[in-house]
């Protein structure tokens, strides 16, 4: 097919340069992926609705067509990335953070033997020794397996990382979080019954570990409502997360509950409700929040 017979179908060819166009300008700012794959489908249906194609016609739209493959192909790489640079970066930090924990728990254990060896000396001062090495050791135990502490997810629909704050005196080791997430009711889809779990790592007294958003959680922009279950060295507990836009302004309800290894019973640990938060008439949330004649300390 010569230029004058290929140039008879003027609608193939303006569709020809304009996604030419658009090649050029990916080459120039990749985009995300799949966005190529889907024009490459387009690219396709159009070469099979302008029909029977010969010559240089056929050979520039297979050229196109590898050409926004190559474009998709550059787009996941750039995506991975983008992700493996993420998970450094957070591992990074959270060995940063284990070896302020371990100087941390070094000079806890130095202070104590100079404690021990500067009492063995006077033998009139034997029981308040006694009761100093006691309460130094039960410190140590407290520091090494991070006694009440906990943590909880403060995130907030729109955000690109997960937020895991540590509340308590002590460090927190092995943490892990598994997010279930709810319907806009609060009910459990029967496609996510076991939710997604999340490795949050380490966390030393008073800072918070970020954690990327799996991909699928916290798709609406107007809500977000999720049971958190959390385990770590010292025991495990729950949290009940709800969010909800009312009036254009994200209101929140949050309560968590847990049973450490200190504790004999599940114990509430604290509570945020934002008065614009809507409830029912009886006063709960939803089916697992209910209300509360406690009043408990705010969890943010």
């Avoid at 010969?54 to 992700?83: C, H, N, P």
């Avoid at 063995?120 to 090495?133: F, Y």
Wanted: net charge positive; with cysteine.
């Amino acid at each position: 097919m010569d230029r004058s017979e290929w140039h008879r179908k003027p609608l193939g060819v303006f569709l020809l340069y304009l996604l030419i166009v658009l090649l050029a300008f990916w080459g120039i700012k990749t985009p995300s992926p799949g966005e190529a794959v889907a024009v490459l489908a387009v690219a396709a249906a159009v070469m099979t609705v302008l029909g029977e194609m010969k010559g240089k016609e056929k050979v520039a739209w297979l050229l196109l067509l590898f050409g926004f493959l190559w474009v998709e192909l550059t787009s996941i790489k750039v995506e991975r990335k983008a992700q493996d640079d993420i998970q450094k970066e957070a591992r990074a930090e959270q060995l940063k953070h284990f070896g302020e924990i371990g100087d941390g728990i070094k000079q806890s254990i130095a202070e104590s033997d100079r404690n021990f060896n500067a009492t063995m000396g006077k033998s009139n001062q034997v029981i308040g020794l006694q009761t100093t090495t006691i309460v130094g050791l039960n410190t140590n135990l407290k520091t090494l397996t991070g006694a009440d502490s906990f943590c909880y997810l403060g995130f907030t629909v729109g955000q690109q990382y997960l937020p895991f704050i540590h509340v308590g005196k002590f460090p927190l080791y092995g943490i892990y979080a598994r997010i279930v997430e709810l319907d806009q009711n609060g009910g459990v889809s029967q496609n996510n019954l076991t939710g997604v779990t999340i490795s949050v790592g380490d966390m030393i007294t008073g800072h918070g570990n970020l954690q990327p958003v799996p991909i699928g959680l916290g798709r609406s922009p107007d809500y977000f409502n999720a049971n958190i279950f959390f385990t770590a060295r010292n025991g495990d507990w729950m949290e009940l997360l709800r969010e909800r836009r009312v009036g254009g302004k994200l209101v929140r309800a949050m309560r968590v509950t847990g049973k450490f290894t200190s504790f004999k019973k599940e114990k509430a640990l604290c509570e945020t409700i934002d008065p614009e938060f809507p409830r029912k008439l009886n006063g709960d949330i939803d089916s697992d929040f209910f209300s509360s004649s406690t009043e408990l300390p705010r969890c943010q």
